[in-house]
């Protein structure tokens, strides 16, 4: 606790609001986003660091969810008050009431506690992983699924594949919802 005082005159925390305020707005226009103590890294180098996987999420999802969300609201749509309204209306919410992070729970407890490991949790497995990052392997884009398909590695890209598909069905589900009623 002797530090404390310290640690406020550092972080500028005894000025007045809006002091703290415009030097913030400084060094985020200069580029210093701050520290991630979640990640452990700057919060510029985790944005980096995480937007390809978060990337590849979306290339997998977006259509799922577009086809899906336009095929669903149009089959309601078009059976008014029949049941295929009904249950696509008892769907949705019931996916857009869903909490995503616990749906994606329930997932991962069924296909890879209950199955086995039929489909795992991260991004590869730990033999791909080292296929990955082994000097052979030339990652363009850190996008696993493109960068098999560019180095025409099948094992890598059907464990990619293997390892998305819940990550692409958790947020589907939502928002798939989202759309059909729309």
Known sequence: MADLPAVIEQYGLDEPFFVQ???WIRQVFSGNLGWSVVVGMSVWDAIWYFLPPTLELAIFATPLIILMGIFLGTKAAAHKDKPIDH???VLAIFGWSLPTF???????MIFYGFFRGLLPPGRLSIQ??????SADFIRYTHINTIDAILNLNGPVLLDALKHIILPVITLAVVQVAFIMRF
Not at 128 to 133: A, G, I, K, P
């Open 87 to 89: 249950g696509t209306r």
């Open 128 to 133: 791909m992983d080292l296929v990955v990052n």
């Open 102 to 108: 616990w749906f994606g729970l329930i997932l991962l």
């Open 21 to 23: 305020y415009s030097t």
